[in-house]
């Protein structure tokens, strides 16, 4: 599949929502891209959760991180008092990460095709789960080894603004609005900008969530 992501050269004026927008060079919203497997993705977060539970991990700092993680895939990001990295065993469970479900590599390599980034093979799928009290401060991703590789984000459950700045913290940010469905791919000159999670939309009364898987080539 290939987008255009630009559009320069045909008329688009009877689009009232495009298909992506580009957020940045090298980064690109591909709205609804996933619409059609969220029940399926579903199903498959459960069966990883149900092997590797959700957890709050603890900042180097030791601080409860307010957003639930776990992994699948060859290595699974971890934090503790120790640090951030990136590991093959679950530490609670001491056995490896779930593998990652076919569904997700399929859906992963499928997005970052679609915004010009070819043979991505991630190794690593970080699972958030974002009660509504939930936040991701303002933060880079530089754990992983190849940061020449795209980071692809897949948002299910509850809508969430993302803040996306600059390379430099003290960049200005813009608020995006992340809905279900809705898949963004970073990589190039954007793989190192600045970003957050400032929180999900929903009611106190309802038992929702949002989660995000986050596919990376770590190692
Ligand atoms: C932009 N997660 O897990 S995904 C994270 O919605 C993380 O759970 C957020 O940031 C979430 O580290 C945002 C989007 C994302 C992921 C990696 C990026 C955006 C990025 C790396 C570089 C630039
Ligand atoms: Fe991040």
Wanted: overall charge neutral; charged content about 20%; hydrophobic content about 40%.
């Amino acid at each position: 599949m290939t987008l255009d992501l630009f559009g320069s050269a045909h008329d688009d004026t009877d689009h009232d929502t495009p298909a992506s927008d580009a957020l940045g060079p090298g980064a690109f919203v591909l709205r609804g891209f996933a619409q059609s497997q969220l029940t399926a993705l579903q199903a498959d977060i459960e069966a990883v959760v149900a092997q590797a539970p959700l957890r709050h991990w603890l900042t180097p700092g030791g601080k409860r991180m307010s957003v639930a993680m776990t992994n699948c895939g060859d290595v699974g990001w971890i934090s503790d008092r120790q640090g951030y990295r990136y590991g093959t065993h679950d530490p609670l469970s001491q056995h490896p990460w779930p593998s990652m479900p076919a569904s997700f590599v399929a859906l992963a390599r499928r997005a970052a095709d679609a915004a010009g980034y070819r043979d991505f093979a991630p190794d690593a799928c970080l699972v958030n789960r974002y009660s509504l009290d939930a936040r991701l401060t303002l933060h880079q991703d530089r754990d992983e080894r190849d940061l020449g590789a795209p980071i692809v984000s897949v948002s299910l459950g509850l809508p969430a603004t993302f803040l996306w700045g600059g390379v430099h913290r003290s960049d200005r940010t813009r608020r995006v609005r992340l809905a279900p469905g809705d898949v963004v791919v970073w990589g190039g000159p954007s793989r190192l900008v600045y970003h957050g999670i400032v929180g999900v939309e929903g009611s106190f009364d309802a038992q929702a969530v949002r989660y995000n898987l986050t596919f990376r080539r770590a190692r």
